[in-house]
């Protein structure tokens, strides 16, 4: 569980910092069948049809070749674009108490004894699936209590969760 969320971690963070210049995945489209298999070659590699004859007779004609399959591999850009603040749900697990805040890139918010510092928070371009990130640092004022930094994401929460015995907080979206 931690490995896979350092991978993602580790994917969101370079998609933040390359952002305005993202790289481009090349991913090959494999052949529906490879040479050698199917119907038998005729000349210049050609299935053969048997075509019956005016006297019953089959005759062998020789088809055209079907056209090339288009083997340019197709690009998808690994996209994320910055935003300026984070949408994010707090919920107080012992009162039942849920807060939704909107903190902006670089500033703090707090809820009950934590403080959330937004350190970026990033979404899918709208000809992409909907989806968003914030990297948040959370600090509780309880010296014994855990502390978080990483990635939160809005469609798979439970990839990265902040971990504490009273409080939640959940990405909902970005500003």
């Given at each position: 569980m931690r490995r896979a969320w350092l991978a993602v971690a580790g994917?969101?963070?370079s998609a933040a910092a390359l952002a305005e210049n993202p790289p481009i995945q090349e991913q090959g489209v494999p052949p529906l069948?490879?040479?050698?298999q199917?119907?038998?070659?005729?000349?210049?590699?050609?299935?053969?049809?048997e075509v019956p004859s005016g006297d019953n007779a089959p005759v062998q004609q020789t088809l055209p070749a079907p056209p090339a399959p288009d083997m340019t591999?197709?690009?998808?850009?690994n996209v994320w674009v910055p935003a300026a603040g984070a949408k994010?749900?707090?919920l107080d697990k012992v009162n039942a108490q849920a807060t939704a805040m909107t903190v902006r890139v670089g500033q703090s918010a707090t809820f009950g004894s934590l403080t959330i510092t937004v350190k970026a928070c990033v979404v899918r371009p709208p000809d992409q699936p909907a989806d968003a990130a914030a990297f948040l640092d959370v600090t509780d004022s309880h010296p014994d209590a855990p502390a978080?930094?990483?990635?939160?994401?809005?469609?798979?929460p439970a990839v990265s969760m902040m971990e504490h015995p009273i409080y939640d907080i959940r990405v909902a979206g970005c500003t």
């Open positions: 994917m969101l963070l069948q490879d040479e050698g199917g119907q038998p070659p005729g000349q210049d590699g050609m299935p053969i049809e591999p197709i690009q998808r850009a994010l749900q707090a978080f930094n990483g990635w939160l994401l809005w469609h798979e």
